[in-house]
């Protein structure tokens, strides 16, 4: 079974933590930066060769998702966050312990606050602002509502329960 993709660009070269995973058929290509316990899932990419992914522990990058950074904006994920399968985020900061729905689009030089959930299937906007704590639906994406406590509860869990999936598919055994 063929690994992941790990690519230099010139002397960009992507630094992964030894206890981060990455799952085969991923690429991870140019100024990426993975966490400890970060884990990148089937079919996604992470392409850093104008500006800087950084990806923090604990973030699982579900399947198909991508981060792509453009000059002056590098795509940053705090730690613990979440991005939902098939999500993007190009050129934008997501802070601690936020999730990023399935499908949804987070754009450059957007900032999502810490704890914050970006609804499956929208787009938030270039340049815009999340606060902290709230859900926010819709294309445009908009502020719906502050988080309920269920709401917090699944920020809190995923990253842990990706945490132990990567450390599952990490001993799979290929047939």
């Excluded at 923090?56 to 792509?68: K, P, T």
């Excluded at 994406?141 to 999936?165: F, M, N, Q």
């Amino acid at each position: 079974m063929a690994d992941f993709l790990l690519g230099a660009l010139g002397e960009h070269e992507p630094k992964i933590h030894p206890e981060a995973w990455v799952a085969p058929g991923a690429v991870v290509v140019g100024r990426v930066a993975l966490g400890a316990r970060a884990n990148v899932w089937y079919g996604s990419v992470l392409r850093g060769e104008d500006e800087e992914i950084v990806v923090g522990e604990e973030c699982n990058i579900q399947d198909l998702s991508c981060l792509h950074a453009d000059p002056g904006e590098p795509a940053v994920l705090e730690d613990r966050v979440s991005l939902g399968h098939k999500a993007m985020v190009h050129g934008a900061h997501i802070e601690t312990g936020s999730l990023i729905g399935i499908g949804a689009i987070v754009l450059g030089g957007a900032r999502i606050g810490a704890g914050s959930l970006v609804a499956a299937g929208a787009v938030v906007p270039p340049g815009k602002t999340i606060p902290s704590g709230v859900l926010v639906a819709g294309v445009p994406g908009k502020v719906v509502r502050e988080l309920t406590d269920d709401d917090r509860a699944v920020l809190a869990y995923t990253p842990g329960a990706y945490v132990e999936k990567a450390r599952v598919h990490r001993e799979a055994r290929w047939i």
